[in-house]
Structure formats: structure tokens, C-alpha cells
Nanobody, 116 residues
Framework: QAQFVESGGGLVQPGGSLRLSCVVSGITFSWNPMTWHRQAPGKERELVAVIPNAGGNTNYADSVKGRFIISRDNAKNTVYLQMNSLKPEDTAVYYC?????????WGQGTQVTVSS
């Protein structure tokens, strides 16, 4: 059974940084492109970043381009999201999934709150 476990969220001031991690089990991680998504209160879940199965060409939502970096370690079955220059509008629950997302793989997510 696949498990996606996100961690690394927390409370941070505007302009600060966080690094999220997502450890995956139950699938062949290295075969799958991976994604990070987020859902803010009262809003739909949105795609934040995508990374191919072997790394390389990444893609980002316009709202995070130049501030967030997605990466992966296939030896550790882990995908990361480095978030810099955080803004209050980045406040959300962050989730990882494969690409395209599989509804069975949504985990609990990790809460990121950007506030002074």
C-alpha cells in the first residue's frame, strides 16, 4: 500500500525559508515524476511544482517561480521542496503526489503558516 508522508512545515515569518520533505513507500519511486501541491483555507488544491522521475527539468506555478525549488533523492524515496522568500499567501497545507496525481496517494500534508 502506497504511503506519502509529508513533513517540515511550521510557522515562519515573511521572508523566511522552510524545507519540506515527502517520504514515499509502496511504489517504485524512481519511476514516477513527482509533484508538490498546496491547499489554502477556502481554496482548491493547486499544483506548485513538478519534477521528472530522474530529476532535471522542473516546472513551477508562476506564484512560486524563483522562490521555490523542487528536488528528489531516489535513493531515499524522498522529494523535497525548498521554499525561500516566503509570503503570507504561501500559507497552506502542502502535499506531495505523483504526476499526474493519484487520488489514493494524498497524505495528511504538512501545514505551512507564514505570519509575523
Amino acid at each position: 500500500q502506497a504511503q506519502f508522508v509529508e513533513s517540515g512545515g511550521g510557522l515562519v515569518q515573511p521572508g523566511g525559508s522552510l524545507r519540506l520533505s515527502c517520504v514515499v513507500s509502496g511504489i517504485t519511486f524512481s519511476w514516477n515524476p513527482m509533484t508538490w501541491h498546496r491547499q489554502a483555507p477556502g481554496k482548491e488544491r493547486e499544483l506548485v511544482a513538478v519534477i521528472p522521475n530522474a530529476g532535471g527539468n522542473t516546472n513551477y506555478a508562476d506564484s512560486v517561480k524563483g522562490r521555490f525549488i523542487i528536488s528528489r533523492d531516489n535513493a531515499k524515496n524522498t522529494v523535497y521542496l525548498q521554499m525561500n522568500s516566503l509570503k503570507p499567501e504561501d500559507t497552506a497545507v502542502y502535499y506531495c503526489n505523483v504526476n499526474p496525481p493519484n487520488r489514493a496517494y494524498w497524505g495528511q500534508g504538512t501545514q505551512v503558516t507564514v505570519s509575523s
